[in-house]
């Protein structure tokens, strides 16, 4: 299989990654995983983790863009997968992962979202509209475990750092201006639902909604310029 590097960002005090860390041990043998820290605190692989897989840590600056940014320029694989540390595998994922890896050819490919029991229940909702956005809109988010070869991230000069929010998004509209495919992977990628339950349903779903046609405006408006 083509070597894959996964890169795992933290913020400060992040305590979600280490379930995902023991699902990743499952990765094909020869694939690493990058995790980058926003802050000093050790992050090692369990104890379990397999010889065959490298893993690797550290540090950058605060910042999921930075972070991302950094863990590419360290990754030797020829594909890179971003994952958020809330990020949970289903048992068809890593699978789905290889075929789609084998088909080979210039893509993004992203899964199919689904929240996790962590939050409130209206997040099916939100689930389901931002699968129906990326099928039909061409507009995947972070969530949903964007994965594209690492000449074509080069290529597009990675996340926009200078962007506060929204870094998945933009790149997003970076691989649209350069006519590169967005492939759905079928298989289901878990996040957490916990700003939900931390800063209300609706507010954060209004937030996110103007975020994201706030930026696709600015998008679309620099593509037709």
């Known amino acids: 299989m083509t070597s894959l590097s996964v890169i795992v960002p933290l913020a400060p005090g992040e305590t979600e990654w280490p379930e995902l860390l023991r699902q990743l041990a499952g990765l094909p043998d020869g694939s690493e995983v990058i995790v980058v820290c926003a802050d000093d605190e050790p992050r090692p692989p369990p ?84 699968n129906w956005r990326a099928r039909w809109l061409g507009l995947p988010f972070g969530d949903q475990g964007l994965l594209l070869p690492r000449h074509s991230f080069e290529a597009l000069h990675g996340f926009n750092e200078q962007a506060r929010c929204g870094e998945d998004h933009l790149l997003v509209w970076a691989v649209r201006h350069a006519g590169l495919p967005l492939r759905r992977i079928p298989a289901v990628l878990e996040t957490s639902a916990r700003k939900y339950a931390r800063h209300g349903w609706l507010s954060t779903t209004l937030r996110h909604w103007r975020l994201t046609a706030a930026q696709a405006w600015c998008a679309t408006r620099r593509t037709r310029t």
Request: contains cysteine; charged residues 15%.
């Open 47 to 130: 104890t379990t983790w397999p010889a065959c897989l490298h893993y690797r840590q550290c540090r950058s600056e605060v910042g999921r863009a930075r972070q991302q940014n950094l863990g590419a320029g360290l990754a030797t694989g020829e594909w890179l997968w971003f994952l958020h540390a809330d990020s949970r595998l289903r048992p068809g994922t890593l699978h789905q992962l290889q075929r789609f890896i084998a088909q080979g050819g210039e893509a993004l490919g992203w899964f199919t979202l689904a929240f996790r029991g962590d939050g409130p229940r209206w997040t099916a909702l939100n689930a389901a509209g931002a």
